[in-house]
């Protein structure tokens, strides 16, 4: 695998230094400044991939060019919209940067509801609750008609919930699902997500699929001509929330989205994490059924936690890499053999970018201040393990050890 590093840009606290002392080599950005519609510039693209090649590294991949609401709701300036990404495609292209992640979730990209959550060893992780999700969806937010979605029991565990929360807790609450984490791009206040909610009234899942296999169908086919593939990221967590729906969240809805156009440039992230969190997502088979259109890796492990019942998705929390759920030692052997396979036909992409994704707030970063889930000191971790990991996968099979 190709070791990358997600770089928020020259605010991230965690500098291209610390990125290549990491043993990292390939870095994962985007140009967060650009809004989100507008078309990355030539200067602006080179400017930034200079700056990552000065520090010794390479800027492997894109993560994100996110796609604009009116393009996922299929609105009158979808067309021209969809040009202006066509155009980001070539210049990202001529300038040699080829892996380009993206993702398809209405108004939310990932959604936590606690970012410190206490884990058995002291450190820190990040959370996604069920009863605290539900309890802002009923009783802060106060979605129109949500109360049809839950069943009655789970309403009153969620009420029980909400009554014991603080005005700070509401609060803290509120700005962990709104605010945005780090690569998400729209902080809301409840108004104006109330807003964006219903600018989505008329969308129901077959539209919002109609509409991203209308946008593949216009952009495979410029990314091929650029030489660029592109890497749909999976719903996180993977079900319709808040009445929104979801349309990547298994792989059912992978291979449909991967038949809409054949190319190589119609690939996936395969985001262990994302997908991870529900349990009929068998993570090593998709690696060995979808792996030749895996074009990018997210290396991350949850943890289901018991559900109550009637609960309609699953509370889950982020564990260390190798633990967890995922069954990361088959993962990895599953994308070892994907790579010994194009090696074999000479495919030039043998080489799969891999970022170890999140990572525990521990040591020295619970004195400082991180972006959420991207702190060094956790995904350095991560990292070593899923290179140790590899390492010994490879050295085993050639040793003829397994
Ligand atoms: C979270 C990330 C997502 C991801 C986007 C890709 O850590 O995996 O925010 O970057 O969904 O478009």
Same mark, same amino acid.
């Given at each position: 695998?190709?070791?990358?590093?997600?770089?928020?840009?020259?605010?991230?606290?965690?500098?291209?230094?610390?990125?290549?002392?990491?043993?990292?080599?390939?870095?994962?950005?985007?140009?967060?400044?650009?809004?989100?519609?507008?078309?990355?510039?030539?200067?602006?693209?080179?400017?930034?991939?200079?700056?990552?090649?000065?520090?010794?590294?390479?800027?492997?991949?894109?993560?994100?060019?996110?796609?604009?609401?009116?393009?996922?709701?299929?609105?009158?300036?979808?067309?021209?919209?969809?040009?202006?990404?066509?155009?980001?495609?070539?210049?990202?292209?001529?300038?040699?940067?080829?892996?380009? *992640?993206?993702?398809?979730?209405?108004?939310?990209?990932?959604?936590?509801?606690?970012?410190?959550?206490?884990?058995?060893?002291?450190?820190?992780?990040?959370?996604?609750?069920?009863?605290?999700?539900?309890?802002f969806d009923l009783f802060i937010l106060k979605r129109q008609g949500?109360?049809?979605?839950?069943?009655?029991?789970?309403?009153?565990?969620?009420?029980?919930?909400?009554?014991?929360?603080?005005?700070?807790?509401?609060?803290?609450?509120?700005?962990?699902?709104?605010?945005?984490?780090?690569?998400?791009?729209?902080?809301?206040?409840?108004?104006?997500?109330?807003?964006?909610?219903?600018?989505?009234?008329?969308?129901?899942?077959?539209?919002?699929?109609?509409?991203?296999?209308?946008?593949?169908?216009?952009?495979?086919?410029?990314?091929?001509?650029?030489?660029?593939?592109?890497?749909?990221?999976?719903?996180?967590?993977?079900?319709?929330?808040?009445?929104?729906?979801?349309?990547?969240?298994?792989?059912?809805?992978?291979?449909?989205?991967?038949?809409?156009?054949?190319?190589?440039?119609?690939?996936?992230?395969? *985001?262990?994490?994302?997908?991870?969190?529900?349990?009929?997502?068998d993570l090593t088979g998709m690696m060995n059924r979808l792996g030749?259109?895996?074009?990018?890796?997210?290396?991350?492990?949850?943890?289901?936690?018991?559900?109550?019942?009637?609960?309609?998705?699953?509370?889950?929390?982020?564990?260390?890499?190798?633990?967890?759920?995922?069954?990361?030692?088959?993962?990895?052997?599953?994308?070892?053999?994907?790579?010994?396979?194009?090696?074999?036909?000479?495919?030039?992409?043998?080489?799969?970018?891999?970022?170890?994704?999140?990572?525990?707030?521990?040591?020295?970063?619970?004195?400082?201040?991180?972006?959420?889930?991207?702190?060094?000191?956790?995904?350095?971790?991560?990292?070593?393990?899923?290179?140790?990991?590899?390492?010994?996968?490879?050295?085993?099979s050639k040793a003829g050890l397994s």
């Open positions: 695998m190709e070791q990358t590093w997600r770089w928020f840009g020259p605010a991230d606290p965690v500098s291209l230094r610390d990125i290549r002392q990491a043993g990292a080599t390939g870095v994962v950005t985007a140009l967060h400044q650009i809004p989100i519609g507008d078309v990355w510039e030539k200067e602006d693209i080179k400017k930034r991939k200079q700056e990552i090649e000065a520090a010794g590294l390479t800027w492997s991949v894109v993560e994100s060019v996110p796609v604009h609401e009116a393009i996922k709701r299929g609105d009158l300036e979808a067309p021209h919209l969809i040009k202006n990404y066509q155009h980001t495609i070539r210049h990202l292209g001529a300038a040699g940067v080829r892996t380009i *992640c993206y993702n398809f979730m209405p108004v939310l990209d990932w959604t936590r509801t606690d970012l410190n959550y206490r884990v058995a060893d002291t450190s820190e992780a990040l959370r996604f609750d069920a009863v605290a999700f539900a309890a949500a109360e049809k979605e839950y069943h009655r029991d789970f309403v009153r565990e969620a009420e029980r919930f909400a009554s014991n929360l603080t005005a700070v807790g509401k609060k803290e609450l509120t700005a962990t699902i709104l605010a945005g984490l780090p690569g998400s791009f729209e902080g809301f206040t409840i108004e104006n997500f109330r807003h964006a909610l219903d600018r989505y009234r008329h969308v129901d899942e077959g539209m919002l699929r109609n509409n991203l296999y209308r946008f593949l169908s216009e952009v495979i086919p410029v990314a091929e001509k650029a030489g660029v593939r592109l890497a749909i990221h999976p719903d996180d967590p993977p079900r319709p929330i808040l009445g929104l729906p979801r349309v990547v969240s298994t792989e059912a809805d992978v291979v449909q989205l991967l038949s809409v156009n054949h190319s190589s440039s119609n690939g996936l992230t395969l *985001c262990t994490g994302s997908f991870g969190v529900r349990a009929d997502n030749n259109r895996v074009n990018f890796l997210h290396l991350r492990s949850v943890q289901r936690e018991k559900s109550l019942p009637h609960q309609p998705f699953e509370t889950f929390h982020e564990a260390n890499h190798l633990e967890g759920d995922a069954g990361m030692a088959d993962v990895v052997a599953a994308v070892v053999q994907e790579e010994e396979r194009r090696q074999k036909m000479g495919r030039h992409d043998a080489s799969i970018p891999m970022r170890p994704d999140h990572g525990h707030r521990m040591l020295d970063d619970l004195n400082k201040k991180v972006n959420p889930g991207y702190s060094a000191i956790g995904r350095l971790r991560g990292l070593a393990e899923i290179r140790g990991l590899e390492l010994g996968l490879r050295h085993s």
